[in-house]
């Protein structure tokens, strides 16, 4: 198991965002924490095999229709 | 011709030059249809439903055009022109999917020890290793490189496997260009282009294009081969659910390993090039 | 939520309810450690039976990028997806993904799983567990499925009933049709002919059969 700060930032703007990345990390049985949300930018907590937070971050790049994700910054958080 | 948006002013292939006759092909293009021919000097032409002359590009031994006004010449494939390469028109193949699913399956690699089985990639070499994706915003296209395959059988020589090393390129929606590891020339990539003729949403013609360094085999052979491996595409193509290419992934999970279809749909996303495309998941 | 054109029977007080299981395919057109495509109401299924015989009935999509599993391989206890070999096992979980082969895939990637049984060589599906089995017809055996261009309604009002199960008798065997309703007003139609039943016997119930499909299928057109 790692854990990772995934920042996303884009054009982040529809409350129906969160809940798509929820929905998302639920359908890869990855562990999600939400760390800070803002129209712009989302830091979340993920915890899962390396192989699905890339999986992860694969599923946020594209994102729902009417969310554009820029990036994905992601950092290891140690002692996991 | 709204649904068409972004696409209607990119530049489509459809027909193959040396085909070309003066009674011609009637086709479509994104469901409006087209007449492509020769005129008296043999120079080719395409006109619309009406009658009216669209622009035309005779480039890499295909006919192309467009219903829209495109801003940007067609790519460019320097290597084409390379002295020594064979350049190679494949042929038609047509698949009932949607254009831009069968660029998406050109992109991918992991799909070669399942789908061309003992050809282009064989069990248990399946792990898809760590490569680089990017889009060039200088040329506005998006790049796939450092990637490598196992491949069982690089060539009609070879003997036994090798990994075989590839880039890809996709410089129009509906067109890529992927570099391989040429065995008799190591210095040198084989290239492999796809040129996806948008029929309608759900149905396309596939027009493969190479110029490689290969001295020893039958023109024939070579696009026999290339035939073959796209039947077998096909297969898959055109059992895929949607039928459209999903821009929301939210009811599929891609892995590291399609890291190439991400950054194609991202690309696609960006340009508004939606037409064969479904942007809710579904 | 009951599809519109699900199969109907009656109950008790004679009102009518949707009946618990749907008949799919025949046993034998499913061998060991081969995949098929089925279909329930507007569900797409992958029918399959693993190499030790056990049938399933799953979604027929691979989670991962849509393609269809009716056209996957088996191997063992697993159905693999033709695309990219990612293999499912028990209740549908996922246990493999070839492109990454160190992980561990998580008990989250799932394909939908339907009920499948078999009685009397029919293989029958439901959307959810059914509490009783599927129906079994003693002294009978699966003959043949058909696909019919007719509504279902119209092919059991040919053989003389209504529903899904239907008592008939067509070139002088006391025969047992399942109807099965499918997609774009089509039926499937499996049926089941007396077990001792000689070889000339049956050949005249397929014949009898293939007349009744044209004939439904014409007066269909007609009424078109």
Request: charged share 25%; aromatic share 8%; with cysteine.
């Amino acid at each position: 198991m790692t854990r990772e700060e995934f920042t996303i930032e884009g054009a982040l703007g529809t409350p129906l965002f969160l809940p798509w990345v929820e929905r998302h990390a639920a359908r890869l049985g990855v562990g999600m924490r939400l760390r800070d949300s803002a129209p712009e930018r989302l830091a979340v907590e993920f915890e899962g095999a390396p192989a699905l937070l890339d999986a992860m971050e694969m599923g946020c790049l594209l994102g729902p229709i009417d969310a554009w994700v820029e990036t994905v910054v992601r950092k290891r958080i140690p002692g996991a | 011709m709204s649904e068409l948006g972004a696409m209607r002013d990119q530049w489509y292939p459809v027909a193959m030059t040396k085909q070309l006759t003066a009674q011609g092909r009637d086709t479509l293009l994104m469901g409006a249809p087209i007449r492509v021919f020769a005129d008296d000097g043999g120079t080719p032409k395409v006109t619309d439903g009406a009658g009216r002359a669209l622009p035309v590009i005779d480039r890499f031994g295909h006919v192309w055009t467009s219903l829209g006004q495109p801003e940007k010449d067609l790519f460019t494939i320097p290597e084409v022109d390379q002295p020594g390469r064979r350049l190679v028109d494949v042929g038609v193949c047509r698949v009932r999917c949607s254009p831009l699913r069968a660029v998406e399956n050109f992109l991918d690699i992991a799909h070669f020890p399942f789908v061309h089985t003992d050809i282009l990639g064989s069990e248990p070499h399946t792990e898809v290793e760590r490569y680089e994706v990017e889009i060039r915003d200088d040329v506005d296209e998006v790049w796939a490189t450092k990637v490598k395959f196992f491949q069982p059988q690089a060539a009609k020589s070879a003997e036994g496997g090798i990994t075989t090393d590839y880039m890809y390129r996709v410089c129009a929606p509906t067109c890529s260009v992927l570099y391989k590891t040429c065995p008799p020339k190591p210095e040198e990539w084989d290239v492999i282009a796809l040129f996806v003729q948008p029929l309608t949403e759900t149905l396309c013609d596939v027009w493969p294009y190479m110029a490689l360094y290969d001295d020893d085999a039958e023109m024939t052979d070579l696009i026999h081969f290339q035939q073959m491996i796209f039947v077998q595409d096909r297969s898959v193509l055109e059992n895929q659910l949607p039928a459209l290419l999903p821009l929301d992934p939210g009811r599929e999970i891609p892995t590291r390993a399609d890291m190439t279809s991400i950054a194609y749909r991202r690309w696609l996303k960006r340009h508004g090039f939606t037409y064969g495309a479904q942007l809710v998941a579904a | 939520m009951i599809e519109s054109d699900a199969p109907v029977t009656l109950d008790d007080s004679g009102d009518t309810v949707p009946t618990d299981w749907t008949p799919a395919a025949l046993s034998d057109d499913i061998p060991a450690a081969s995949a098929a495509p089925g279909q329930l109401g507007a569900h797409d299924l992958a029918i399959w039976r693993s190499a030790s015989g056990r049938i399933a009935a799953w979604a027929d999509r691979c989670p991962h990028r849509g393609m269809r599993l009716s056209h996957g391989f088996v191997r063992g206890e697993r159905l693999s997806c033709i695309y990219h070999g990612w293999g499912y096992g028990e209740g549908g979980r996922c246990v493999r993904i070839p492109a990454h082969p160190e992980l561990a895939p998580p008990e989250a990637i799932r394909v939908p799983v339907f009920s499948a049984a078999e009685a009397s060589g029919v293989i029958w599906v439901a959307e959810d567990a059914p509490d009783s089995p599927p129906p079994e017809f003693p002294g009978l055996a699966a003959f043949r499925s058909l696909q019919v261009a007719a509504a279902p309604e119209a092919v059991a009002a040919a053989l003389g009933g209504t529903g899904t199960v239907i008592e008939a008798t067509l070139a002088g065997l006391s025969v047992v049709a399942l109807i099965q309703p499918l997609r774009d007003g089509a039926a499937g139609l499996h049926l089941l002919a007396p077990e001792d039943s000689d070889p000339a016997a049956l050949d005249a119930l397929s014949a009898a059969v293939e007349a009744l499909r044209r004939r439904v299928e014409a007066a269909e057109e007609a009424a078109a």
